[in-house]
């Protein structure tokens, strides 16, 4: 079953100023009217299961505010994937909600967003409208971090670093 706006509303309340949402109803064995509602998932965002399946905070807080079904995307502005005040969510494209990334791939040598190592410096970097762009290659990955930074935003619209 897919839940829907009405549901939603029925069993869970959502703030839309803290972003918390709280049981109204007692819909499983451990759940108590007035708890708060969800868990946090290994990636950051929160999780709340209801109907049989997990779903993620932000979409239903988006459902619960709205009335409707959320956007495909929807992008946490501060970059807090917990933080699910409805003034902290706004819809996105993939490339919007890609552009407000903060944090660099745990595969990631230096663990910076747009920083790779080349040798022994470390080389800095952003893609824009698909194509990259090479930014300068720096002895630290702070350096070449603080470029690609400046670089971001200039050339990323959504980015809100």
Not at 42 to 51: A, E, K, N, Q, R
Request: positive net charge; charged residues 25%; contains cysteine.
């Amino acid at each position: 079953m897919k839940i829907t706006p009405e549901h939603l509303r029925d069993v869970l309340g959502y703030d839309p100023a803290t972003g918390i949402f709280c049981w109204r109803k007692k819909v499983a064995q451990r759940v108590r009217v007035g708890d708060y509602a969800g868990s946090k998932h290994h990636s950051g965002y929160l999780s709340i299961f209801t109907l049989g399946r997990s779903y993620r905070a932000h979409r239903l807080a988006w459902m619960h505010y709205y009335g409707e079904q959320p956007p495909k995307f929807i992008d946490h502005i501060n970059g807090k994937r917990s933080d699910n005040r409805i003034a902290n969510l706004r819809a996105a494209t993939a490339a919007t909600n890609a552009e407000n990334r903060r944090g660099g791939q745990k595969s990631s040598a230096s663990g910076l967003l747009g920083v790779a190592r080349n040798g022994s410096n470390w080389q800095a970097y952003i893609c824009t409208q698909r194509k990259p762009i090479y930014l300068g290659t720096f002895k630290t990955p702070e350096e070449a971090h603080q470029v690609y930074l400046a670089a971001k935003r200039k050339y990323h619209d959504a980015c809100t670093i």
